[in-house]
């Protein structure tokens, strides 16, 4: 059986004057003592798309010495033709990353050029249906776009136009776990039977009332634990339970 650790991250906009540089260093510290197998980055790693932008998220990136990586793209790295440069510079934005046969990662691309909605298509929702159907014990996808509302995000607007078959195929498919960023929103759905997470910005001060930049670790061993750290603050422990 794998053990295995994740830490997820989000929305980390280099460009965006509101971008932190000491919530970035301090995040690189904390994540390469933590040492965790795969590092998860879901998505707004640039303001607007541009490429002094995808140059500087890359040097960044490239701190974290973390062996796998899962990096999908946000809306805003969409913009401007920056959907080529992700794919340029960052690499294929579905990524699969299988642990073992025991663990299956799943990162998608939910973003549509120059929009801020966010879409996973029929193609791909049936690509994941299949990929899912495989005998893992524990299944994961991690996508910019939240699939469902979360609390404290205004008024409702760009979670995946197609969230109600997304969400089907992922309560059919028995996922356990989706990630997802956005809307800056830190927040913990359990709906039926899966976890659906949600990460704030990472590193900028683009943050909603009260919730700090924080990024989420995730232990999947006998049971499976989440946990929310504070970049410059506590962590919170989210669920520690069984799968
Ligand atoms: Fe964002
Ligand atoms: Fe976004």
Known sequence: MTNMKIVQISDIHCGSSMFDENLMKNTITQVNQIDPDVLILTGDLTMDGYHEE??????????????KKLIVPGNHDSRNVGWKLFE????????????????????ADSTEPDLDDGQMGRYHTNKFRKIFAEDFRFKILAMHHHVISVPNSGREMNILRDAGDVLQMLVRSRVNLVLSGHKHMPHLWHF???????????????????????YNIITVGQHLKIERKEVLGKKLMLYNGAF
């Open 192 to 214: 039926e039977g899966i976890k659906i997470l949600t990460s704030t910005t990472t590193t900028t001060r683009r943050i909603r009332g009260m919730y700090p930049p924080s």
């Open 88 to 107: 340029k510079m960052i690499g294929n934005p579905f990524k699969i990353i299988r642990m073992n046969k025991d663990i299956i990662i799943c990162g």
């Open 54 to 67: 995808y140059r500087k998220a890359v040097s960044y990136i490239r701190k974290f010495k973390v062996k």
